[in-house]
């Protein structure tokens, strides 16, 4: 079994900002709880081949993720693939962004899960909890990158 979520949002702030924000994966702490380490392996910025090497916290288990950037298009469309072996990885995420008026920014934010082995049973009760999250967590996008980045 697999599956998506997604979550869309509205950041009060211009999308070149946006972007580079979110395409800075060690800011992801900043809104996703779980991630409890992140570090972007080469230390330089985000291009396509980049990874970014965590520690995450899921049903109170702490496993290692690696994702590598595969598609970047500056400053509307970001993509990723968990290349780290666990139960439940993300096949491909990403970030779209669309400059709005008023110097806002529309995010859209998705994630398709794979369970494999014994993940195949448990993708989708994490379907299931990350579906159920996704408003929030676009909430806490929104949140963390208005903090952030600060208005001019």
């Known amino acids: 079994m697999s599956g ?9 702030r211009p999308v070149e900002e946006v972007f580079a924000y979110l395409a800075d994966g060690r ?26 090497r965590s520690t995450v916290k899921d ?17 509307v469309k970001l993509r990723w693939a968990e290349v780290s072996k666990n139960s439940v990885t993300v096949r491909e995420g990403g970030y779209d962004l669309e400059s709005l008026a008023d110097g806002r920014t529309r995010v859209r934010i998705f994630n398709h899960l794979d369970g ?14 990350a579906r159920k999250d996704a408003p929030a967590f676009g909430a806490r996008i929104k949140t963390a990158a208005e903090k952030a980045i600060v208005s001019r």
């Open 4 to 12: 998506q979520f997604e979550a869309v949002v509205e950041v009060d």
């Open 27 to 52: 800011n992801d702490p900043q809104f996703s709880p779980r991630v409890l380490k992140i570090d972007r392996i080469p230390d330089t910025p985000t291009a396509v081949g980049t990874v970014f």
């Open 59 to 75: 049903a109170g288990m702490k496993t290692a993720r690696e994702f590598r950037i595969t598609e970047l298009e500056a400053p």
């Open 116 to 129: 494999h082995g014994l993940g195949k049973l448990l993708v989708g009760l994490a379907l299931a909890a």
